[in-house]
């Protein structure tokens, strides 16, 4: 493909509001894990569309918060480092009225640096009345001077295809960064990791599945055979932690390995043999030592 225009475009917006289930819908693939449960991004994922004569290169960064540990400094961190140079911004929003501190933040610093943003309202399906989404988007379009304003469905996709049309006009000249068929500049390794993180959002309740990160230790392809060997650690931060995770008679690990290998293997392509571990780190998420051994660095 001929490309004329490329730029970089982030992904940001306060915690759970489908950031991450938006790049999935924009690329037609899963790279990026989703739960129901806020903060499941913890680094910047990379997303790469081109069509059209352009390349769009979409940053999903986890959602704007308040932090608490190191490990949240660091996600604070990753958005603002994300939004320092980028040539557009999508402000994924709830459809309501009222913006909470964390918008009110990121309005603030993507004007600051004059950055031209589109605003998705997701969501739109969990609207019943057209009305009262008018008067959302006027509520917000009094704050911020955006480039465009799509509503949109990422479940369903509805609204995507206008919000990638949208972004791309704000797109410069610029050159090709990535082939045509590249979707993610993620290495196998981390995906695998964060796949296996997701399953355990998805499975635990409460805190632990928060106080969990993912090590891939090992990953290689057999010799004459297309089986690739994962091993993968669980950290988590209590003992009693560990016992949940594990669950009576090994069934609960069983259970997040299984569903793990189903997405790991539709990923790389490959049958995979995962073999998973459970260890305790105490205040892992304060730690710096253990944050940059786990990749938050």
């Known amino acids: 493909m001929d490309v004329k225009h490329s730029g970089f475009v982030a992904i940001i917006g306060k915690p759970n509001v489908g950031k991450s289930t938006l790049l999935n819908a924009v690329l037609g693939e899963k790279i990026a894990i989703v739960s129901s449960k806020p903060q499941t991004t913890r680094n910047r994922i990379t997303g790469v569309v081109t069509r059209g004569g352009a390349q769009l290169v979409f940053l999903d960064t986890p959602g704007m918060h308040r932090a608490r540990t190191k490990l949240g400094e660091y996600m604070v961190k990753t958005v603002n480092e ?4 980028v040539d557009a911004a999508i402000l994924v929003v709830e459809p309501e009225a009222e913006q909470n501190p964390a918008e009110l933040e990121l309005l603030e610093k993507i004007g600051r640096r004059k950055i031209p943003a589109v605003l998705a ?14 008067q959302i988007i006027a509520s917000w379009s009094r704050l911020y001077d955006f480039a465009a304003v799509v509503p949109v469905s990422a479940a369903t996709r509805d609204g995507v295809d ?3 049309d949208e972004v791309t006009r704000l797109m410069p000249e610029g050159p090709q960064y990535f082939p ?24 635990l309740n409460d805190e632990i599945p928060h106080g969990t990160a993912v090590s891939i230790d090992k990953m290689h392809e057999r010799e004459n055979s297309e089986l690739i060997d994962i091993e993968a650690v ?19 690990l069983k259970k997040v390995g299984t569903l793990a290998r189903i997405d790991i293997e539709r990923l790389i392509g490959n049958k ?19 944050l940059k051994t786990l990749g938050y660095d």
């Open 234 to 252: 669980i950290y988590c931060e209590k003992e009693s932690h560990k016992g949940i995770i594990i669950g009576k008679g090994g069934e609960m």
């Open 121 to 134: 309202v997701n969501k739109i399906d969990t609207v019943r009345h057209k009305e009262a989404l008018i």
């Open 180 to 203: 045509d068929d590249t979707l993610t500049d993620q290495p196998e390794r981390a995906v695998a990791a964060e796949i296996i993180r997701e399953k355990l959002l998805m499975l």
């Open 162 to 164: 206008l919000l990638l």
């Open 82 to 85: 994300s939004i320092a140079d």
């Open 272 to 290: 995979v043999n995962l073999r998973l571990w459970v260890k305790v780190k105490d205040d892992w998420r304060n730690r710096e030592g253990v």
